[in-house]
């Protein structure tokens, strides 16, 4: 019989994809093993506004302490799969690697390899403003050779909007749809992307390859799929 590994999860930023994550992970372990096995799960679930502070005021070191001592609790409660559930708190992965002495399972590191195995050379790449502005969800793809973009500015600033005072909030409006279509849309036609990667755990509440002008990359579904394969490797 399949043996798990507990999967410890850094939830509540926000909550809307913690959500998805606890409820994916246990249906599918539950179909992969024929009804006979579902997953332990511990859900550390963090203060979204407090860890929302810490990245609005740029200080790094005390984000990282917090979720540092958040993924602590999941080792000690046996834990053996761990992960955040949010692609921004990734700015801080090594160092909450460091401080706490537990390898992660990273949202980059699996897109990355997603991408690299579909063979797509030039992505875009959607979030919110930290994640497309700053440097950790691209570096794996552009060490892998893939050229990634992101919207110009105005439409950084208005999809970073949207997130926060929406998807965050799981409100999910057709209007918004059309906007975030018309910015995917005038990436592939001016920067020539080949697909486009839902660099926020939210933005799969709103976009899938039905409604997308280009193949979408959901790093919510390439995450679950990776924390699957590891806690299901069989460790008799």
Known sequence: MQKLKKIGLIGGTGPESTLSYYKELNQRIDKQTCGKEMPDIAIESVNFRKAWRYMESSDMVGLADYLAEKVTYLKNCGSEVISLTAVTMHVVLEEIEKKSGVKLVSIPKAVCEEVTKRGYKKVGLLGTIFTMEQDYMKKDLLEAGVEVCVPEKTDRDLIAKRILEEL???????????????????????????AVILGCTELPLLL??????VDCLDSVEIHIRKLIDMAMIDRR
């Open 168 to 194: 965050e909030l799981g409100i999910v409006k057709e209007s918004t749809l059309k906007e975030f279509q018309t910015i995917i849309e005038k990436m592939k036609k001016e920067q020539g992307i080949e």
């Open 208 to 213: 899938n390859n039905d409604n997308c002008p």
